[in-house]
């Protein structure tokens, strides 16, 4: 029996939902462009979001001025000890000059303000141009009752990052594991816990607090959806080809529904996670 096919008509088709995907979603729905977001799982949120949410951006405004232009010359030596030989340097230098560009436009834009680790240095100490610092950012935390409904969409962080079916970061792990002998523990404990309860007796299957990656897909997906983009989740991705003068087309597979979805102004492979 031939499987039915729909067409739907869009501006741009993002393949993944992680940060990556999420931040190219946002990006174009804030230049007034229809986007679609297709993700194979039921979840949204990819690797991202049972991960630390860290993003590394050497060079970046929330340094300051007068370290900043420093940072990214120091930068561009430790990413070039790092790459191999063979590698395209363009690749990486596009990343060290955009990176920062990219915070500052997210920031303006969406109002997610990051904090700069100063303490997290970064791996390779033994290379030239390694930071002690400054370059590892944090999301803010996110009330997970801001996304309705579609909050249990979102995937769930690993065990590891929660406290029973609570987010904690780490540095309110080694606060908490103090509570008995210190009061910042100990408030910190029923600060936490208070907001837990209520969340649990309003229905919730977990803590709507989220911090690290789920936090910051969780920001990312509600400005995306509150410009009018779609989710399309468990839609498995065939086939990408060109669509005459209309631009790209994905064709995709949902509980066995087919729907190919043509992108008038391109598809971003946003993909992959850690493989």
């Known amino acids: 029996m031939q499987t039915a096919t729909t067409e739907q008509v869009t501006d741009v088709v993002v393949l993944g ?62 990413v070039e000890a790092l790459t191999p030989a063979n590698a395209d340097p363009a690749i990486w230098r596009a990343f060290l000059s955009n990176g920062p560009r990219m915070l500052r436009d997210i920031e303006t834009r969406t109002g997610i303000r990051f904090r700069p680790f100063l303490a997290a240095p970064d791996y390779r100490q033994d290379l030239p141009g390694a930071a002690s610092g400054g370059r590892a950012l944090e999301p803010p935390e996110f009330d997970g009752r801001l996304l309705g409904p579609v909050f249990n969409d979102l995937a769930w962080p690993i065990p590891e990052l929660m406290v029973d079916r609570m987010m904690v970061t780490r540095s309110e792990a080694g606060r908490l594991l103090r509570a008995d002998r210190s009061f ?92």
């Open 17 to 78: 939902s992680g940060v990556a995907g999420l931040t190219a979603a946002v990006t174009a729905s804030l230049m007034g462009l229809r986007v679609q977001v297709v993700e194979h799982l039921e979840l949204f949120g990819g690797t991202s979001a049972v991960s630390s949410g860290t993003v590394w951006i050497p060079g970046n405004h929330l340094l300051g001025a007068g370290r900043a232009p420093q940072d990214a010359l120091a930068a561009e030596r430790y």
């Open 184 to 275: 910042d523990g100990l408030m910190l404990g029923l600060k936490l816990v208070s907001q837990y309860a209520w969340d649990r007796i309003a229905g919730y299957r977990r803590g709507t607090r989220l911090v690290l990656g789920n936090a910051l897909v969780a920001h990312l997906a509600r400005i995306f959806l509150s410009h009018g983009g779609i989710f399309r989740l468990g839609a498995q991705p065939q086939h990408l080809m060109r669509q005459g003068t209309q631009g790209w087309a994905i064709r995709t597979i949902n509980n066995g529904l087919e729907t190919v979805l043509v992108a008038r102004r391109g598809v971003v492979l946003a993909g992959g996670g850690f493989p």
